[in-house]
């Protein structure tokens, strides 16, 4: 179903992100390609002396210091840390990463969860969006709070304006914590054993009906005003869960296009942002679609302009193959515009190997600045105040 009035409006306020021409990093995400061979190294297509982190390309602006547009583009769980005074939630914070991701134990009840997502936000240098992945079902970060909730796959049986008056429900809950994110709704299809790796997490077994009711989803989410991250593109199915290691599907080009065009209903509603699986698609190349240039492109070939999330680096298709820093950067240098890792202590040295990457000319400033960019806009902030076209 459509949004009701006034949601598809909200959505454009937070998703609306193609950038004005006075909009900073508008640059290309072909500044860079990934070694075909899966090392993870990054080349640069443009040359070194074209990319200063310094000097302002447009006279008048002054961008921000290649650190803090760094840390921009990071969303990093705190460990343990149930208060901003534990030591690694207060380093998380202070550091200006563009978002923190709670999760148990992080998670205790309602009054702590004010005050830790309060106290985040004082600490933080700049604006901080702070998510849970919070879909329902088995996957309730928020049960201590919200108690057990219904799955996609129960809800999938309901008619779209119940599914989208329950997203509403939940969401207003979340609100009232303090969260302005979720990581939800799941638009993978899945028809298997509800504990699969989607299983009961899908909302049908179809693309074009779970991308529908997820839709629906979203929408009750943007009437309490809470970012939608729809996920895992191009969208994992019945495969095994890349939790545990590399996954690979070898399903023909045309069969993931079938699948990825289970989106379109959410990218056709402005959804803010989509998470990337990791999956690898042989079909889209080499590396898990998270990491590859190729699936980042058929997201925006749909229409896509909002932000682009890594899933977290820290699951075993990507760790046991890449340290997280040089994960970062390839999933940058792919097309990702935020980077997430529940492990908050690896947060420094992604950053500074973000800014390695650029200063030695392996990442295109241009598209570290048109992720920043995007990610300023989704703070509802000027993407001019850090990076400059």
Not at 161 to 181: K, N, P, S, Y
Not at 210 to 222: K, N
Not at 235 to 263: K, N
Request: proline share 6%.
């Amino acid at each position: 179903m459509s949004a009701r009035p006034g949601t598809r409006r909200w959505l454009r306020l937070f998703a609306g992100l193609a950038l004005s021409a006075s909009a900073c990093g508008g640059g290309s995400g072909g500044g860079t390609s990934i070694d075909e061979a899966g090392s993870g190294a990054t080349v640069a297509t443009t040359p070194a002396a074209d990319r200063s982190a310094t000097s302002p390309a447009e006279p008048g602006c002054q961008p921000a210091p290649l650190e803090l547009r760094a840390a921009t583009v990071l969303v990093v769980g705190i460990g343990d840390g149930t208060t901003v005074d534990d030591p690694l939630a207060s380093e998380v914070a202070g550091l200006g990463v563009g978002g923190v991701t709670l999760r148990p134990p992080n998670i205790v009840g309602a009054g702590q969860v004010r005050a830790l997502i309060d106290g985040l936000r004082q600490r933080s240098p700049g604006q901080l969006l702070v998510g849970v992945d919070e879909e329902g079902g088995r996957v309730s970060r928020l049960r201590p709070i919200l108690g057990d909730t219904d799955s996609a796959r129960v809800l999938g049986q309901r008619p779209p304006a119940e599914i989208e008056d329950t997203a509403a429900e939940r969401a207003a809950v979340m609100r009232d914590l303090g969260f302005d994110v979720t990581f939800a709704p799941v638009v993978d299809a899945d028809g298997g054993p509800a504990d699969g790796a989607i299983g009961d997490r899908s909302f049908a077994a179809a693309p074009d009906q779970a991308g529908a009711l997820a839709s629906s989803f979203a929408a009750g989410l943007g009437e309490a005003q809470m970012v939608a991250v729809a996920k895992h593109f191009p969208g994992q199915g019945g495969l095994e869960d890349s939790h545990d290691g590399s996954v690979v599907s070898d399903a023909a080009l045309a069969e993931v296009e079938a699948t990825a065009a289970g989106f379109a209903p959410l990218v056709d509603a402005e959804v803010p942002a989509v998470m990337m699986s990791h999956v690898t698609f042989s079909a889209l190349g080499p590396l898990p679609a998270s990491l590859e240039p190729a699936a980042y492109s058929l997201l925006r070939s749909q229409g896509f302009d909002g932000v682009a999330i890594t899933d977290s680096l820290g699951m075993g298709a990507i760790v046991q193959r890449w340290p997280t820093p040089e994960a970062t950067v390839m999933a940058l240098a792919a097309g990702a515009d935020m980077v997430l890792a529940n492990q908050g202590d690896q947060a420094t040295a992604m950053r500074d190997a973000v800014v390695a990457a650029v200063t030695e000319g392996r990442l295109s400033e241009a598209r570290l600045d048109e992720a920043v960019a995007r990610v300023r806009t989704l703070l509802g902030d000027e993407p001019a105040t850090m990076a400059c076209d």
